[in-house]
Protein backbone atom coordinates (compact mmCIF):
# COMPACT_ATOMS: atom_id res chain seq x y z
CA UNK A 1 0.00 0.00 0.00
CA UNK A 2 1.61 3.47 -1.53
CA UNK A 3 0.50 5.70 1.06
CA UNK A 4 -0.61 5.23 4.60
CA UNK A 5 -4.72 6.66 5.78
CA UNK A 6 -6.43 3.45 4.33
CA UNK A 7 -6.86 2.20 7.48
CA UNK A 8 -9.30 5.20 8.48
CA UNK A 9 -11.24 4.39 5.70
CA UNK A 10 -11.77 0.83 5.96
CA UNK A 11 -13.08 1.64 9.65
CA UNK A 12 -15.46 4.10 7.87
CA UNK A 13 -16.37 1.86 6.13
CA UNK A 14 -16.70 -0.76 8.85
CA UNK A 15 -18.58 1.79 10.84
CA UNK A 16 -20.80 2.30 7.86
CA UNK A 17 -21.64 -1.21 6.87
CA UNK A 18 -21.21 -3.06 10.18
CA UNK A 19 -19.08 -5.85 8.28
CA UNK A 20 -16.04 -6.52 10.24
CA UNK A 21 -13.87 -7.94 7.81
CA UNK A 22 -13.24 -4.02 7.04
CA UNK A 23 -12.25 -3.58 10.86
CA UNK A 24 -9.98 -6.72 10.59
CA UNK A 25 -8.08 -5.56 7.31
CA UNK A 26 -7.43 -1.74 8.48
CA UNK A 27 -5.80 -3.14 11.71
CA UNK A 28 -4.22 -5.81 9.32
CA UNK A 29 -2.80 -3.00 7.34
CA UNK A 30 -1.97 -1.13 10.39
CA UNK A 31 -0.22 -3.75 12.51
CA UNK A 32 1.18 -6.22 9.66
CA UNK A 33 2.29 -4.41 6.44
CA UNK A 34 3.95 -1.46 8.85
CA UNK A 35 5.73 -1.74 12.15
CA UNK A 36 5.19 1.15 15.33
CA UNK A 37 7.96 0.77 18.00
CA UNK A 38 8.48 2.90 20.94
CA UNK A 39 10.33 5.60 19.17
CA UNK A 40 9.86 7.65 16.07
CA UNK A 41 12.95 6.00 14.45
CA UNK A 42 11.24 2.79 15.19
CA UNK A 43 8.61 3.63 12.90
CA UNK A 44 8.34 1.55 9.56
CA UNK A 45 6.15 3.18 7.47
CA UNK A 46 7.04 2.34 3.84
CA UNK A 47 8.31 5.61 3.02
CA UNK A 48 11.86 5.87 5.51
CA UNK A 49 9.77 8.02 7.87
CA UNK A 50 8.39 9.63 5.34
CA UNK A 51 6.03 12.71 7.52
CA UNK A 52 2.53 12.43 5.75
CA UNK A 53 2.70 8.73 5.72
CA UNK A 54 3.65 8.61 9.48
CA UNK A 55 1.28 10.78 10.75
CA UNK A 56 -1.59 9.24 8.96
CA UNK A 57 -0.47 5.63 9.71
CA UNK A 58 -0.58 7.02 13.43
CA UNK A 59 -4.03 8.47 12.94
CA UNK A 60 -5.41 5.45 11.91
CA UNK A 61 -3.87 3.39 15.06
CA UNK A 62 -5.26 5.92 16.97
CA UNK A 63 -8.89 5.18 15.50
CA UNK A 64 -8.61 1.64 16.07
CA UNK A 65 -7.57 1.68 19.23
CA UNK A 66 -10.62 3.48 20.14
CA UNK A 67 -12.51 1.75 18.38
CA UNK A 68 -10.88 -1.92 19.55
CA UNK A 69 -9.38 -0.98 23.03
CA UNK A 70 -6.14 -3.28 21.75
CA UNK A 71 -2.88 -2.58 23.53
CA UNK A 72 -1.46 -3.80 20.44
CA UNK A 73 -2.84 -0.75 18.93
CA UNK A 74 -2.42 1.75 21.24
CA UNK A 75 0.89 0.76 23.65
CA UNK A 76 3.27 3.47 21.54
CA UNK A 77 0.86 6.15 20.43
CA UNK A 78 1.16 8.34 23.42
CA UNK A 79 5.18 8.42 23.53
CA UNK A 80 5.11 8.74 19.92
CA UNK A 81 2.85 11.96 19.97
CA UNK A 82 4.99 13.46 22.43
CA UNK A 83 8.54 12.44 20.74
CA UNK A 84 6.81 14.22 17.25
CA UNK A 85 5.48 17.01 18.99
CA UNK A 86 8.79 17.89 21.15
CA UNK A 87 11.63 16.72 19.17
CA UNK A 88 10.09 16.65 15.33
CA UNK A 89 8.02 19.77 15.02
CA UNK A 90 8.71 23.08 14.11
CA UNK A 91 8.24 26.10 15.92
CA UNK A 92 5.67 27.21 13.21
CA UNK A 93 3.77 23.61 13.62
CA UNK A 94 5.50 22.60 10.69
CA UNK A 95 6.47 19.03 10.04
CA UNK A 96 9.72 17.03 8.10
CA UNK A 97 12.89 18.34 8.10
CA UNK A 98 14.75 16.66 5.45
CA UNK A 99 12.33 16.36 2.29
CA UNK A 100 9.15 14.96 3.03
CA UNK A 101 10.77 13.22 5.93
CA UNK A 102 10.89 13.10 9.86
CA UNK A 103 15.23 12.66 10.33
CA UNK A 104 15.99 9.82 12.59
CA UNK A 105 17.45 11.74 15.11
CA UNK A 106 15.64 14.01 17.72
CA UNK A 107 16.06 18.17 17.37
CA UNK A 108 17.53 17.85 13.81
CA UNK A 109 15.84 20.56 12.12
CA UNK A 110 17.38 22.71 9.79
CA UNK A 111 15.87 26.21 8.70
CA UNK A 112 17.38 25.59 5.00
CA UNK A 113 18.33 22.97 2.91
CA UNK A 114 20.30 22.96 0.00
CA UNK A 115 18.58 20.32 -2.45
CA UNK A 116 16.93 23.16 -5.19
CA UNK A 117 13.43 21.07 -5.16
CA UNK A 118 12.85 19.57 -1.63
CA UNK A 119 12.63 21.70 1.84
CA UNK A 120 10.93 21.13 4.82
CA UNK A 121 7.33 21.21 6.14
CA UNK A 122 5.29 20.21 3.59
CA UNK A 123 1.49 21.26 4.04
CA UNK A 124 0.18 17.75 3.88
CA UNK A 125 2.10 16.62 6.75
CA UNK A 126 0.72 19.65 9.52
CA UNK A 127 -3.02 18.18 8.49
CA UNK A 128 -1.87 14.20 9.37
CA UNK A 129 -0.04 15.59 12.71
CA UNK A 130 -3.21 17.55 13.61
CA UNK A 131 -5.33 14.24 12.73
CA UNK A 132 -3.32 12.51 15.11
CA UNK A 133 -3.27 14.68 17.21
CA UNK A 134 -7.08 15.13 17.57
CA UNK A 135 -7.24 11.82 17.85
CA UNK A 136 -4.58 11.74 20.84
CA UNK A 137 -7.00 13.89 22.44
CA UNK A 138 -9.25 11.26 22.41
CA UNK A 139 -7.56 9.02 23.85
CA UNK A 140 -5.72 10.86 26.54
CA UNK A 141 -8.18 14.40 27.22
CA UNK A 142 -4.84 16.72 27.67
CA UNK A 143 -5.33 19.89 26.16
CA UNK A 144 -1.68 19.62 24.87
CA UNK A 145 -3.24 17.78 21.94
CA UNK A 146 -4.68 21.51 21.20
CA UNK A 147 -2.32 23.34 22.43
CA UNK A 148 -0.10 21.59 19.04
CA UNK A 149 -3.49 21.64 16.37
CA UNK A 150 -3.56 25.82 17.12
CA UNK A 151 0.12 26.16 16.83
CA UNK A 152 -0.17 24.52 13.08
CA UNK A 153 -3.74 25.76 12.30
CA UNK A 154 -2.78 29.24 12.93
CA UNK A 155 0.58 29.64 11.69
CA UNK A 156 2.13 26.16 9.87
CA UNK A 157 -1.63 25.65 8.09
CA UNK A 158 -2.70 29.08 7.22
CA UNK A 159 0.63 30.19 6.39
CA UNK A 160 0.80 27.97 3.55
CA UNK A 161 -2.91 29.05 1.99
CA UNK A 162 -3.29 32.39 0.03
CA UNK A 163 -5.12 35.25 1.68
CA UNK A 164 -7.84 34.32 -1.53
CA UNK A 165 -7.82 30.86 -0.29
CA UNK A 166 -7.04 29.84 -4.49
CA UNK A 167 -3.37 28.56 -3.64
CA UNK A 168 -0.70 27.49 -1.23
CA UNK A 169 2.82 25.99 -0.99
CA UNK A 170 3.64 22.65 -0.91
CA UNK A 171 6.89 23.27 1.28
CA UNK A 172 7.36 25.97 3.98
CA UNK A 173 10.73 26.47 5.00
CA UNK A 174 11.21 28.98 7.61
CA UNK A 175 14.08 31.18 6.16
CA UNK A 176 13.89 32.26 2.98
CA UNK A 177 16.62 34.74 1.66
CA UNK A 178 19.38 35.20 -1.17
CA UNK A 179 19.25 34.32 -4.39
CA UNK A 180 16.18 32.05 -5.38
CA UNK A 181 16.29 31.94 -8.99
CA UNK A 182 17.13 28.39 -8.88
CA UNK A 183 14.92 26.92 -6.35
CA UNK A 184 11.00 25.74 -6.81
CA UNK A 185 8.81 24.81 -4.56
CA UNK A 186 7.74 21.07 -5.25
CA UNK A 187 8.76 22.00 -9.41
CA UNK A 188 6.56 25.39 -9.10
CA UNK A 189 8.26 28.99 -9.42
CA UNK A 190 8.72 31.41 -8.15
CA UNK A 191 9.46 29.80 -4.83
CA UNK A 192 8.39 32.85 -3.28
CA UNK A 193 4.90 32.39 -3.98
CA UNK A 194 1.81 29.86 -3.68
CA UNK A 195 1.60 27.74 -6.41
CA UNK A 196 -2.34 29.76 -7.27
CA UNK A 197 -5.26 28.02 -9.07
CA UNK A 198 -5.72 26.27 -11.94
CA UNK A 199 -1.94 25.50 -12.15
CA UNK A 200 -1.09 22.39 -9.79
CA UNK A 201 2.54 21.87 -7.38
CA UNK A 202 3.78 18.53 -9.16
CA UNK A 203 2.30 16.64 -6.66
CA UNK A 204 -1.79 18.02 -6.40
CA UNK A 205 -2.56 16.58 -2.35
CA UNK A 206 -1.71 19.64 -0.77
CA UNK A 207 -5.27 21.84 -2.20
CA UNK A 208 -7.63 18.84 -1.86
CA UNK A 209 -6.06 18.04 1.53
CA UNK A 210 -6.66 21.66 2.86
CA UNK A 211 -10.38 22.06 1.33
CA UNK A 212 -10.61 18.28 3.11
CA UNK A 213 -9.17 20.32 6.47
CA UNK A 214 -11.55 22.64 6.40
CA UNK A 215 -14.26 21.15 5.70
CA UNK A 216 -13.63 19.02 8.90
CA UNK A 217 -12.48 21.60 10.95
CA UNK A 218 -15.12 22.40 13.14
CA UNK A 219 -15.24 18.92 14.54
CA UNK A 220 -12.08 20.04 16.32
CA UNK A 221 -14.07 23.17 17.87
CA UNK A 222 -15.31 20.78 20.80
CA UNK A 223 -15.76 17.47 21.74
CA UNK A 224 -17.46 15.90 24.63
CA UNK A 225 -17.63 12.85 27.03
CA UNK A 226 -20.37 11.64 29.61
CA UNK A 227 -19.27 14.46 32.10
CA UNK A 228 -20.11 17.62 29.93
CA UNK A 229 -18.71 19.43 26.97
CA UNK A 230 -14.39 20.82 25.86
CA UNK A 231 -14.07 24.10 24.13
CA UNK A 232 -10.38 23.12 22.38
CA UNK A 233 -10.14 26.25 19.71
CA UNK A 234 -11.61 29.01 20.70
CA UNK A 235 -13.43 31.74 17.56
CA UNK A 236 -17.20 32.96 17.22
CA UNK A 237 -19.76 29.64 17.74
CA UNK A 238 -22.20 28.09 18.67
CA UNK A 239 -22.80 24.09 19.60
CA UNK A 240 -26.05 22.33 20.44
CA UNK A 241 -25.04 18.70 21.68
CA UNK A 242 -27.41 15.91 23.73
CA UNK A 243 -24.84 14.33 26.54
CA UNK A 244 -25.42 10.62 27.29
CA UNK A 245 -27.61 10.59 29.66
CA UNK A 246 -29.86 13.13 27.66
CA UNK A 247 -29.07 16.21 29.20
CA UNK A 248 -28.87 19.58 26.30
CA UNK A 249 -25.58 22.00 25.78
CA UNK A 250 -26.77 24.45 24.39
CA UNK A 251 -23.72 27.24 23.75
CA UNK A 252 -22.27 30.35 22.31
CA UNK A 253 -19.08 32.00 21.30
CA UNK A 254 -18.31 35.28 20.99
CA UNK A 255 -14.84 36.78 20.83
CA UNK A 256 -12.19 37.74 18.12
CA UNK A 257 -9.40 35.50 18.96
CA UNK A 258 -6.59 35.28 17.97
CA UNK A 259 -6.45 38.57 17.83
CA UNK A 260 -7.65 39.25 21.34
CA UNK A 261 -7.91 36.92 24.11
CA UNK A 262 -11.49 38.18 25.43
CA UNK A 263 -14.08 35.00 25.11
CA UNK A 264 -17.53 34.69 26.32
CA UNK A 265 -19.04 31.69 26.65
CA UNK A 266 -23.05 31.63 27.11
CA UNK A 267 -25.52 28.83 27.95
CA UNK A 268 -28.70 29.26 25.58
CA UNK A 269 -30.32 25.70 26.70
CA UNK A 270 -34.35 26.78 27.59
CA UNK A 271 -33.78 23.91 30.48
CA UNK A 272 -30.79 23.80 33.25
CA UNK A 273 -28.27 21.11 33.06
CA UNK A 274 -25.97 20.28 35.29
CA UNK A 275 -22.43 19.07 33.16
CA UNK A 276 -18.51 20.09 33.27
CA UNK A 277 -17.48 22.87 30.65
CA UNK A 278 -14.06 22.43 30.19
CA UNK A 279 -12.07 25.69 28.89
CA UNK A 280 -8.52 24.95 27.59
CA UNK A 281 -5.97 27.46 28.54
CA UNK A 282 -3.52 27.31 26.38
CA UNK A 283 0.28 27.07 27.28
CA UNK A 284 1.63 30.23 26.15
CA UNK A 285 -0.90 32.09 28.38
CA UNK A 286 -0.01 33.00 31.73
CA UNK A 287 -2.07 35.16 33.16
CA UNK A 288 -5.73 33.76 32.27
CA UNK A 289 -8.52 34.79 34.23
CA UNK A 290 -11.98 33.62 34.36
CA UNK A 291 -15.41 34.70 36.31
CA UNK A 292 -18.98 33.13 35.64
CA UNK A 293 -22.09 33.44 37.99
CA UNK A 294 -21.47 33.22 41.83
CA UNK A 295 -17.73 32.93 41.42
CA UNK A 296 -15.66 36.34 41.11
CA UNK A 297 -12.64 36.79 38.87
CA UNK A 298 -9.76 34.22 39.25
CA UNK A 299 -6.65 33.64 38.26
CA UNK A 300 -6.38 30.15 36.27
CA UNK A 301 -3.64 27.65 35.55
CA UNK A 302 -2.57 27.27 32.04
CA UNK A 303 -1.15 24.11 30.40
CA UNK A 304 -4.85 22.46 31.19
CA UNK A 305 -8.65 22.88 31.05
CA UNK A 306 -10.23 24.93 33.44
CA UNK A 307 -13.02 22.53 34.48
CA UNK A 308 -16.56 24.33 35.90
CA UNK A 309 -18.47 21.93 37.32
CA UNK A 310 -22.49 23.25 37.75
CA UNK A 311 -26.09 23.55 37.41
CA UNK A 312 -26.02 25.99 33.93
CA UNK A 313 -29.03 27.93 33.32
CA UNK A 314 -30.31 30.04 30.29
CA UNK A 315 -27.90 33.26 29.99
CA UNK A 316 -25.46 32.19 32.73
CA UNK A 317 -21.67 33.65 31.05
CA UNK A 318 -18.37 32.72 31.35
CA UNK A 319 -16.10 35.49 30.63
CA UNK A 320 -12.71 34.00 30.30
CA UNK A 321 -9.70 36.38 29.53
CA UNK A 322 -6.66 35.05 28.17
CA UNK A 323 -4.13 37.95 27.74
CA UNK A 324 -1.65 37.91 25.04
CA UNK A 325 0.69 40.85 25.07
CA UNK A 326 4.16 40.62 22.38
CA UNK A 327 6.24 37.88 24.26
CA UNK A 328 9.83 36.69 22.80
CA UNK A 329 10.75 33.28 22.57
CA UNK A 330 13.90 31.93 23.38
CA UNK A 331 13.50 27.59 21.38
CA UNK A 332 15.20 24.61 22.47
CA UNK A 333 18.92 25.54 22.44
CA UNK A 334 18.98 21.30 21.03
CA UNK A 335 17.86 22.41 18.11
CA UNK A 336 21.50 23.45 16.45
CA UNK A 337 19.59 25.76 13.92
CA UNK A 338 18.00 27.56 16.29
CA UNK A 339 21.04 28.50 18.57
CA UNK A 340 21.53 32.08 19.29
CA UNK A 341 18.27 33.03 17.90
CA UNK A 342 14.72 34.36 18.45
CA UNK A 343 11.00 34.19 17.75
CA UNK A 344 8.20 37.06 18.60
CA UNK A 345 4.72 36.04 19.50
CA UNK A 346 1.90 37.80 20.53
CA UNK A 347 -1.17 35.10 21.75
CA UNK A 348 -0.78 31.93 19.26
CA UNK A 349 0.71 33.84 16.48
CA UNK A 350 4.03 33.52 15.23
CA UNK A 351 5.83 36.74 13.44
CA UNK A 352 7.83 36.80 10.79
CA UNK A 353 10.23 39.86 9.17
CA UNK A 354 9.38 40.10 5.56
CA UNK A 355 10.61 42.45 3.36
CA UNK A 356 11.75 43.03 -0.47
CA UNK A 357 14.92 40.79 -2.08
CA UNK A 358 16.95 43.97 -1.72
CA UNK A 359 16.87 44.45 2.31
CA UNK A 360 19.24 42.18 3.77
CA UNK A 361 17.17 40.10 6.11
CA UNK A 362 20.31 37.93 6.72
CA UNK A 363 22.48 40.74 8.46
CA UNK A 364 19.58 41.66 10.78
CA UNK A 365 19.97 41.80 14.37
CA UNK A 366 17.71 42.39 17.49
CA UNK A 367 19.34 43.49 20.69
CA UNK A 368 17.43 42.45 23.52
CA UNK A 369 16.08 39.63 25.98
CA UNK A 370 12.63 38.24 26.85
CA UNK A 371 12.27 41.02 29.93
CA UNK A 372 13.03 43.92 27.66
CA UNK A 373 9.62 43.00 25.44
CA UNK A 374 7.25 45.20 27.53
CA UNK A 375 9.29 48.51 27.47
CA UNK A 376 11.00 47.72 23.57
CA UNK A 377 7.99 46.12 21.70
CA UNK A 378 4.65 47.99 20.43
CA UNK A 379 2.32 46.27 18.77
CA UNK A 380 -0.24 48.32 15.93
CA UNK A 381 -3.74 47.09 15.09
CA UNK A 382 -3.60 47.04 11.01
CA UNK A 383 -7.76 46.41 10.21
CA UNK A 384 -6.69 47.34 6.12
CA UNK A 385 -3.30 45.11 6.07
CA UNK A 386 -3.72 41.99 4.49
CA UNK A 387 -6.98 40.89 5.85
CA UNK A 388 -6.59 42.59 9.04
CA UNK A 389 -3.32 41.93 11.45
CA UNK A 390 -1.17 43.15 14.13
CA UNK A 391 2.02 44.44 13.69
CA UNK A 392 4.78 44.01 16.09
CA UNK A 393 7.31 46.89 16.36
CA UNK A 394 10.66 46.26 17.67
CA UNK A 395 14.54 47.77 16.91
CA UNK A 396 16.90 45.95 15.42
CA UNK A 397 20.12 46.67 14.09
CA UNK A 398 22.30 45.74 10.80
CA UNK A 399 25.86 45.76 11.70
CA UNK A 400 26.31 49.12 13.23
CA UNK A 401 22.93 50.69 11.82
CA UNK A 402 20.23 51.11 13.95
CA UNK A 403 16.62 49.80 12.34
CA UNK A 404 12.92 49.82 12.89
CA UNK A 405 11.85 46.25 12.90
CA UNK A 406 7.99 45.64 11.65
CA UNK A 407 6.89 42.40 11.80
CA UNK A 408 3.98 40.47 10.35
CA UNK A 409 2.26 37.58 11.55
CA UNK A 410 4.25 34.27 10.16
CA UNK A 411 0.55 33.19 8.51
CA UNK A 412 -0.20 36.07 6.05
CA UNK A 413 4.11 36.08 4.71
CA UNK A 414 4.58 35.76 1.01
CA UNK A 415 1.06 37.83 -0.24
CA UNK A 416 2.47 40.85 -1.11
CA UNK A 417 5.47 40.82 -3.50
CA UNK A 418 6.00 37.64 -5.58
CA UNK A 419 9.95 38.31 -5.08
CA UNK A 420 10.00 38.44 -1.48
CA UNK A 421 12.12 37.64 1.17
CA UNK A 422 11.11 36.03 5.08
CA UNK A 423 12.78 34.80 8.61
CA UNK A 424 11.11 33.75 11.15
CA UNK A 425 14.21 33.05 13.91
CA UNK A 426 15.73 36.63 14.48
CA UNK A 427 19.47 36.38 15.50
CA UNK A 428 20.03 37.91 18.51
CA UNK A 429 22.97 41.02 18.91
Request: glycine share 8%.
Amino acid sequence: MEHSEYEIGFLRLCRQTGQVEYLDFAITLALDLCKVGPTVADIKDGGGLHAVRVGYLLAGMADLYLETGRADLGQHLENLWTELAETRMYITGGMGSHGEHFSAEPFDLPHTQDDLHRTMGETCSSVAMIMFSWRMHSVTGSSRCFDVIETILYNHLLGALALDGLGCFYYNPLRVVGDQNSRTDHWHTPATTRCMLPELNGTSCCMPNFWRFLGALPECLFSCDEGGLFINLYTSSRVKQTLSDGRDVQLSIKTLYPHDGRIKVSFDADQPAHFKLRLRIPRWCTDATAAWPGRETITVDNDQYLVIDRLWKKGDQVELNLPMPPRMILPDQRVEANRGQAVFAKGPLLFCLETEADFPLERVRVDMTPKHVPERVTEERCPDELGGITQLHLPGRIDTQAVDLTLIPWSVRANRDPDGRWIIFLPQA
